[in-house]
């Protein structure tokens, strides 16, 4: 168990709906991080928050957006999706806001099934 | 740009026999890190190891071991005998700035 929990863990909606993904960090840890993992992109960095803050973007779309919150949970919201949109949603955190001198520790991860 | 390469898409073995996935990375950075990630069946990403740029020395922790070699960019993850516990994917990652470059993985089935 990383500490790092993620809720729901499954999410099954349909096309042009919108669902909000959860995650709290580890105890201590500033940093969350969204990543996603489908069977054509692999593994792909979505966005940093640290400490409330937005540090760093990836490969994110403009219908998702990402927060984090004074106590440092942090949701993503996915809006207009699409069939292509289901993914496994991984959140991570880390102690610091540069996460290449630390280690990201991964929650179990929302599965989302778009229908 | 960054890249890491998992060449092997699946590799499987008896129980027993050792197993070594290779990794391959690009980067322009001088400082890096590298991570190995361990996703079994249940999904969930479970790290392994972290490896700067600066620190060649290979690393074991019990049946596992990392051999990384700046001069060809790799950082290979070798697991001696295998058991079907290690049945998992397993990723390669390179971090430059807080943003994981993840491998495409690679899937290890160790039968009984």
């Known amino acids: 168990d990383s500490g790092v929990t993620q809720t729901p863990k499954h999410l099954i909606t349909a096309t042009g709906q919108r669902v909000t993904l959860r995650c709290s960090p580890r105890s201590g840890d500033l940093s969350v991080y969204w990543y996603q993992q489908s069977l054509d992109q692999g593994l792909q960095f979505l966005i940093q928050y640290y400490n409330g803050e937005e540090r760093a973007k990836g490969n994110i779309l403009e219908r998702f957006s990402a927060q984090q919150f004074p106590d440092l949970h942090s949701e993503l919201n996915l809006s207009s999706l699409e069939l292509g949109d289901s993914a496994l949603y991984f959140c991570?955190?880390?102690?610091?806001?540069?996460?290449?001198?630390?280690?990201?520790?991964f929650g179990p991860g929302t599965r989302l099934l778009v229908l | 740009a960054q890249k890491v390469t998992q060449a092997q898409t699946e590799i499987s073995v008896v129980e027993k026999e050792d197993v070594t996935l290779d990794c391959v990375y690009e980067t322009r950075d001088t400082t890096y890190y590298l991570f190995w990630y361990k996703q079994p069946p249940s999904g969930e990403l479970v790290f392994l190891i972290r490896r700067n740029s600066f620190d060649e020395q290979n690393e074991i922790s019990g049946r596992y071991s990392w051999n990384f070699q700046k001069s060809t960019s790799s950082f290979n993850f070798t697991i001696t005998a295998s058991q079907v516990v290690d049945s998992a994917v397993y990723f390669c990652a390179l971090d430059s700035w807080g943003k994981l470059q993840f491998g495409a993985g690679t899937q290890v089935v160790v039968t009984p």
């Open positions: 991570a955190s880390s102690v610091g806001e540069a996460g290449g001198t630390e280690t990201q520790y």
